[in-house]
């Protein structure tokens, strides 16, 4: 017996502002924010399931556009433009608005039920995430008479932080008939991205405090230290087995599994502080042996065990 | 959802390669850099330029001047830099990129300005609060505190300083020495055919820009025109990031900053970096006496001279030597120090510019002399110039000016400027090639106030077999 099916889905929706990104600092005034809109999100997708005695598969494709997104930060800012040498750092609120975001990839999975004692899977996932627009951005605090705008923010072809965009999957289970059972999983994660900081990516980054630009200005070096970093691909396997027994009609059993059995030191996740606002103040940052307000990363466990004994009655 | 069919599958294939090629793969570095986004700047105000600036400043009162409700805005171009050191708080502006008139001096709280305001660019200077004046001999901008006009503070800069887009390329006012006036203070200058004085430069004692020890707050060097033998002072900051670097040997042009040292007494020239200098011609010393004998020591002294018994001008003569100003002034004179007689030679205190003295020996017969060798040693004090030299001859004529010298290397030492020489340097020629009845001169060719280092002579002494 097999059979296939084909589904399709299609999606248009919009998000309406919530508190959070409506008003540039809530807390203290009752700024709302300019050009405030809703986002709209479209979607579309397709997929195909596989199913037999003993395959069962899966394919999909994906593709998601969201337009107009709204995004406030708030940093404290050293290196900013067009403010005089006397006003070059603040605690500002950035407001980037219109922001266009992409996602598209393919999912595929499939498990083989090989014996019935062996089962195999595999799975995969490829992604690309990105910004699709350079969105505008300007800056409100309590140490500016008015906001600062400083117009485009060119953050176009960056990757959307957020986890590994690619991933794949091989796994192996044993179940055998006497109780006991093991099985292990191999995963490759790659295209992790760091979240970049929007104000670096405006005239802010190469501009001095009398909004011409910041002499020696290298577009080279610019381009090394825009660059968006992608964290390393790495593998984690895991495994986890048990075995149980009945004993005067209970069950006792132990359960161990074993989480990034080979201590992988890995990153999941980071972000770009925007303290260093402008050139000049960044490339001296990066400079320093360990830099100062250098970007702040999310690391994922090393390896961990986890062991249980019980009795089911 | 439908039931799969052959159709279907070959459909979803149609769908998703649409998809796929539609959005081709992005790559970390597909972004675009971010663009400046300015615009040219407006200035609001009445333009100027930098002579009309100068000319508020009555030179006979000394009166600073203070510019209020003038609404004016003085145009100029910076050409000093301070990335180097030798400049601090202070930005050098003149009125053109090329050909300029008119520089003056712009006093700013800020020990960075290179960042900002760099070599050529062109600024607007708002002069509604700033005061003038003429500070170590050239005309300064800057704010009234009391009765000194000191730099513009940190938080006053924007407010006065505006910069252009524009970063003019500097072309360098050629200049002679013997040409350096008033009206070319403040302007970036090129000398060229010049070189640092030979004593500078001696392989035991190479002179830096301004990292002796004798040098304080600025180190000044004596560059001597090769086209026409006049000199100047470069002064390097002690400072300055260069300061230890050897000064160049060889001769050529340096692109500087003309001003004046710091009491106001002369020009001198300051660079911007070592890289204005481009030394690549050959030197163009004088040619000195070049006997070839290798016998430096041993023999016995046939000719001696310590003074020691040498009270007046008088007694000077009647030794037999030749004592004369070509223009009747100053001559050398006995001295005397502790005990120690000596001849002194000074153009302080004079008013003598040219001060031309010559001190020219008694005849001295080398026909039964062989490997003769001349010594003798000077003292420098209060120095502000290498202006001494030492020559020989086999046919006095008995006027000085019509004797045919030939120069000889001796060590004219660079004394403290500022008090009395630490001792007497000793130089010993050869001048066993001479025959005859040879006299030799000690040529002093100062000009007050400047040019009016002291020289003490003694222990002269000829020796050989």
Not at chain 1, 34 to 55: A, K, W
Not at chain 1, 150 to 172: C, E, V
Not at chain 2, 2 to 8: A, H, V
Not at chain 2, 206 to 222: C, I, L, M, N
Request: glycine content about 8%; overall charge negative.
């Amino acid at each position: 017996m097999q059979s296939g099916l084909v589904g399709f889905n299609a999606a248009w929706f919009t998000k309406p502002p919530n508190l959070r990104n409506s008003f540039s600092n809530s807390r203290q005034n009752n700024e709302v924010l300019i050009g405030l809109t809703s986002e709209q999100i479209q979607n579309v997708d397709f997929s195909y399931r596989y199913r037999s005695t003993n395959i069962k598969a899966r394919l999909s494709a994906y593709y998601t556009q969201i337009k107009d997104a709204t995004e406030i930060s708030f940093y404290y800012a050293d290196g900013l433009s067009g403010l005089g040498r006397n006003s070059t750092t603040a605690f500002v609120q950035e407001v980037l608005s219109g922001i266009d975001k992409q996602h598209l990839g393919l999912e595929m999975g499939i498990e083989a039920q090989l014996t019935s004692a062996i089962k195999l899977k595999a799975a995969a996932a490829m992604g690309q995430f990105t910004y699709n627009n350079n969105p505008e951005l300007y800056l409100t605090s309590d140490d500016f008479n008015d906001i600062v705008d400083y117009g485009t923010s060119y953050l176009k072809n960056y990757r959307i932080a957020g986890g590994p965009q690619r991933a794949a999957q091989i796994g192996f289970e044993y179940r055998d008939a006497d109780y006991w059972w093991f099985g292990t999983t191999v995963n490759f994660l790659s295209e992790a991205f760091l979240d970049i900081s929007p104000l670096t990516r405006t005239s802010n980054f190469l501009n001095d405090t009398d909004g011409l630009p910041i002499l020696n200005y290298d577009e080279n070096t610019a381009a090394k230290l825009l660059k968006q970093e992608q964290f390393e691909d790495y593998i984690l396997v895991n495994a986890i087995g048990g075995k149980s027994w009945l004993v005067k009609g209970k069950f006792i059993g132990f359960f161990v599994s074993l989480n990034n059995i080979f201590d992988k030191l890995y990153k999941t996740g980071g972000f770009e502080q925007s303290r260093n606002a402008n050139y000049r103040t960044l490339k001296q940052d990066r400079e320093r042996e360990s830099p100062i307000f250098g970007p702040k990363y999310w690391y994922g466990t090393g390896a961990s065990y986890f062991a249980m004994i019980y009795v089911r009655f | 959802m439908f039931d799969f069919k052959t159709l279907g599958m070959r459909n979803f294939n149609v769908v998703m390669t649409i998809i796929l090629v539609a959005t081709s793969c992005v790559k970390t570095d597909d972004f675009q850099l971010p663009e400046s986004e300015t615009e040219e700047i407006n200035i609001e105000g009445d333009l100027t330029g930098i002579s009309a600036v100068k000319s508020n400043f009555d030179p006979e009162s000394e009166v600073i001047y203070v510019f209020s409700e003038t609404n004016t805005v003085m145009e100029a171009y910076v050409v000093s830099s301070d990335e180097g050191g030798n400049f601090y708080k202070e930005l050098v502006l003149q009125d053109k990129p090329e050909n300029p008139t008119a520089g003056i001096l712009l006093l700013v709280d800020d020990n960075s300005l290179f960042e900002t305001y760099n070599f050529g660019r062109k600024i607007y200077v708002k002069l509604d609060g700033l005061a003038l004046w003429s500070n170590n001999g050239v005309h300064q901008l800057g704010v009234q505190n009391r009765g000194d006009v000191v730099a513009i503070p940190p938080s006053r800069i924007d407010d006065h300083i505006t910069r252009t887009m524009e970063t003019a390329e500097i072309i360098p006012l050629k200049i002679e020495i013997s040409e350096f006036t008033e009206i070319h203070e403040n302007l970036f200058i090129q000398v060229d055919n010049v070189q640092f004085n030979r004593n500078l430069l001696r392989e035991q004692h190479h002179y830096t820009f301004a990292g002796e020890v004798t040098d304080e707050y600025d180190g000044e060097r004596q560059l001597e025109s090769c086209s026409t033998g006049a000199s100047a002072m470069l002064s390097t900051s002690t400072f300055s990031g260069f300061k230890s670097l050897y000064l160049p040997e060889n001769s050529g042009s340096v692109k500087g900053i003309l001003t004046r040292n710091f009491y106001d007494n002369y020009f001198v020239i300051a660079v911007n970096s070592p890289d204005d200098f481009s030394f690549d011609g050959d030197r163009c010393d004088p040619e000195f006496l070049k006997c070839e004998s290798n016998n430096m020591t041993g023999g016995s002294a046939f000719f001696e001279e310590n003074f020691s018994n040498i009270a007046s001008l008088s007694a000077l003569e009647n030794n037999g030597w030749t004592n004369i100003n070509v223009n009747g002034g100053k001559t050398f004179e006995p001295g005397t120090f502790d005990g120690n007689r000596y001849v002194r030679v000074s153009a302080f205190n004079t008013d003598e510019a040219p001060l031309e003295a010559w001190l020219v020996s008694p005849p001295v017969d080398l026909d039964s002399v062989s490997e003769a060798r001349l010594s003798f040693e000077i003292m420098s004090s209060y120095d502000n110039a290498t202006i001494l030299s030492v020559l020989i001859t086999e046919e006095f004529t008995g006027d000085v000016l019509t004797t045919n010298w030939t120069q000889i290397e001796a060590v004219i030492p660079i004394g403290p400027t500022n008090q009395y020489g630490r001792g007497f340097v000793k130089s010993e020629i050869d001048i066993s090639c001479l025959k005859g009845d040879i006299h030799f001169a000690f040529r002093y060719l100062g000009a007050a106030p400047d040019k009016s280092t002291t020289y003490d002579i003694d222990n002269i002494r000829i020796s050989g077999n």
